[in-house]
């Protein structure tokens, strides 16, 4: 008969409960802060024996083996272990509503609503729009002009290429007779209702802004150039050269003085 079970490592007891030998037997027994049958112990909840007390209303407790310790809900303040009361975040001012809402307080809570002629959540709460909204006291922008709700009221500013009293009426600004225009040298400027546009010349080509010219012999290095004392007529593709009258040679390298009085012809005068 083993009437040393635990001494001898036979007995399986819990690390948190004693072992006690009978005769060919033994006994388990959780400590005391451990609850269970001696083989398994689990440690106690003080939150849920009520060992330490308990936490008052509108709190939450979290065992500290051992012990308690008692927090106020969120919204909630107070001593947590006599009782937790709501607090009015509206009157403490720890709300967040918009100035421009009204706060309302609830237990553990508050609401915000946006007052009367404002829009949103009531943490965010913005103004009518008073250029959607027809308001008598701002009335609306004129023609041609573009309107901003200034929460409250409006802003009027003419539209991009007009200018005037954005209030009553904004007229077209003609970029062409006041210089404001960016079109080339080499092109036409055609006003246009809030803008203008931009044609290259006859023998020009581009978008307008930018004008090249067409004629093959104005374009240097493309087609080659002709010689001293040639004329360049343009081709399509390409360039044509030729002496000026009194000259011959080579008209894309150069050409020379004809020596009339060299010249058969000049005899005969
Ligand atoms: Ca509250
Ligand atoms: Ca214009």
Do not use: R, W
Request: proline share 4%; aromatic share 6%; net charge negative.
């Amino acid at each position: 008969m083993n009437d040393n079970m635990c001494g001898d490592g036979t007995a399986k007891c819990d690390t948190h409960a004693t072992c006690t030998n009978g005769h060919g037997t033994y006994t388990c027994a959780c400590v005391p802060g451990y609850h269970g049958d001696g083989k398994t112990c689990t440690q106690d909840n003080d939150c849920t024996t009520g060992t330490y007390g308990t936490c008052g209303i509108n709190t939450a407790c979290t065992p500290l083996y051992p012990g308690i310790k008692c927090d106020c809900l969120k919204g909630f303040s107070g001593d947590a272990m006599l009782g937790c009361n709501d607090v009015n975040e509206c009157k403490s001012g720890t709300h967040n509503c918009n100035a421009n809402a009204t706060c309302t307080n609830t237990v553990g809570s508050f609401t915000c609503k946006c007052n009367d002629g404002y829009i949103g959540n009531g943490v965010k709460c913005d103004g009518e729009n008073d250029c959607t909204v027809h308001n008598p006291t701002f009335g609306n922008c004129g023609i041609n002009a573009a309107c901003t709700p200034l929460y409250p009221g409006i802003k009027c500013d003419c539209l991009e290429g007009f200018n005037g009293d954005a209030t009553s009426e904004c007229d077209d600004i003609d970029e062409c007779a006041d210089k404001s225009a960016t079109c080339h040298a080499d092109a036409t400027c055609t006003n246009t209702m809030g803008s203008y546009k931009c044609a290259c010349k006859p023998g020009y080509e581009g978008d307008g802004k930018t004008c090249t010219t067409t004629d093959n012999c104005k374009k240097p290095g493309t087609f080659g150039t002709c010689g001293p004392n040639a004329a360049c007529s343009p081709l399509f593709p390409g360039i044509k050269c030729n002496c000026l009258e009194g000259f011959d040679g080579d008209a894309t390298k150069a050409c020379d003085d004809i020596d009339e009085c060299k010249q058969e012809a000049c005899i005969m005068y």
